[in-house]
């Protein structure tokens, strides 16, 4: 009997060889997400082509021309350029949606990224009428389209479904875990263990123990050092995925700042005394004060 896991979110991996568990927008709702943004520019395009059919009478042809083209450019190019930058990644649409595009390490999108996304999505989307942009999304297995590619980016859903919290570190074995070397650690192996650790209590205590040592057979192969000997297997998984996922929050959360103590004034050693004057003794020497 093989335990599989279910359809798990694409992974992200970061700069340090973190796999992020994050939900990869699906092609639909990315779509009603574009629907929305286009309703936005054709609207504010159309309002904008109003006032520059006012100005045809007090300007000449070239200049009218000329500004109705630099208006193009801006709404159609502009609009998601400054919208993501000022947002850090969500449009109208995305918003509506519970969209946001991140970087490929699951940072936040730049502006350099924000602007290659919406050059290739005027090329794609508006003169191609978004053709290139879904059969792109349908062959990258990150349904990224061609303005993703050329960005570094992908756009992720917010509102995907809430991934079950780790189990929590067997005492017992934090000392290993706590040595780990996680990177040969890919995020199926990660999703069998979790699966496993949830449904456990629910099974047959043989198919318990039998998927057990499957599911640590799987894990055990590509982390060290190996786990310590006749260590139950769902202890070994529960200190690997906790492990895991306090060195993901290590990572993404910036460490605090330093406490330096304030400087004192230093402290210097009083002069010392002058020794007084022995007595003076009758009939002897006497030093001269």
Same mark, same amino acid.
């Given at each position: 009997?093989?335990?599989? =896991?279910?359809?798990?979110?694409?992974?992200?991996?970061?700069?340090?060889?973190?796999?992020?568990?994050?939900?990869?927008?699906?092609?639909?709702?990315?779509?009603?997400?574009?629907?929305?943004?286009?309703?936005?520019?054709?609207?504010?395009?159309?309002?904008?082509?109003?006032?520059?059919?006012?100005?045809?009478?007090?300007?000449?042809?070239?200049?009218?021309? %000329?500004?109705?083209?630099?208006?193009?450019?801006?709404?159609?190019?502009?609009?998601?350029?400054?919208?993501?930058?000022?947002?850090?990644?969500?449009?109208?649409?995305?918003?509506?949606?519970?969209?946001?595009?991140?970087?490929?390490?699951?940072?936040?999108?730049?502006?350099?990224?924000?602007?290659?996304?919406?050059?290739?999505?005027?090329?794609?989307?508006?003169?191609?009428?978004?053709?290139?942009?879904?059969?792109?999304?349908?062959?990258?297995?990150?349904?990224?389209?061609?303005?993703?590619?050329?960005?570094?980016?992908?756009?992720?859903?917010?509102?995907?479904?809430?991934?079950?919290?780790?189990?929590?570190?067997?005492?017992?074995? %934090?000392?290993?875990?706590?040595?780990?070397?996680?990177?040969?650690?890919?995020?199926?192996?990660?999703?069998?263990?979790?699966?496993?650790?949830?449904?456990?209590?629910?099974?047959?205590?043989?198919?318990?123990?039998?998927? %057990?040592?499957?599911?640590?057979?799987?894990?055990?192969?590509?982390?060290?050092?190996?786990?310590?000997?006749?260590?139950?297997?769902?202890?070994?998984? %529960?200190?690997?995925?906790?492990?895991?996922?306090?060195?993901?929050?290590?990572?993404?959360?910036?460490?605090?700042?330093?406490?330096?103590?304030?400087?004192?004034?230093?402290?210097?050693?009083?002069?010392?005394?002058? =020794?007084?004057?022995?007595?003076?003794?009758?009939?002897?020497?006497?030093?001269?004060?």
């Amino acid at each position: 009997m093989s335990f599989q =896991p279910a359809s798990a979110p694409g992974p992200v991996v970061t700069g340090d060889a973190v796999i992020l568990d994050i939900q990869i927008a699906q092609l639909p709702v990315r779509a009603l997400a574009s629907i929305i943004d286009i309703l936005v520019i054709v609207a504010g395009y159309i309002a904008g082509v109003m006032l520059w059919a006012l100005t045809l009478t007090q300007l000449d042809d070239a200049l009218s021309a %000329a500004i109705l083209i630099i208006f193009t450019v801006l709404t159609l190019v502009g609009y998601p350029v400054v919208m993501e930058t000022t947002t850090r990644g969500r449009s109208l649409g995305k918003m509506a949606l519970g969209l946001r595009v991140v970087s490929e390490d699951g940072s936040p999108e730049r502006f350099r990224q924000a602007l290659f996304r919406a050059l290739a999505g005027f090329i794609e989307i508006f003169m191609f009428t978004g053709g290139p942009a879904v059969i792109c999304s349908l062959i990258s297995p990150k349904g990224k389209r061609i303005g993703d590619i050329f960005a570094g980016t992908l756009v992720i859903s917010e509102r995907g479904p809430k991934l079950t919290p780790p189990p929590a570190m067997p005492p017992m074995l %934090a000392w290993w875990a706590s040595s780990l070397q996680l990177s040969g650690l890919g995020a199926e192996q990660v999703e069998l263990a979790r699966q496993f650790l949830s449904r456990a209590g629910q099974l047959n205590p043989r198919i318990r123990d039998e998927m %057990a040592q499957r599911v640590l057979h799987e894990v055990a192969t590509r982390i060290s050092p190996p786990p310590p000997p006749g260590a139950p297997p769902q202890y070994v998984l %529960a200190a690997v995925l906790a492990e895991r996922h306090r060195r993901e929050v290590a990572r993404l959360v910036p460490p605090p700042p330093l406490a330096y103590p304030a400087p004192q004034a230093p402290q210097y050693p009083p002069p010392a005394a002058t =020794p007084p004057p022995p007595p003076h003794q009758p009939g002897g020497f006497a030093p001269p004060n």
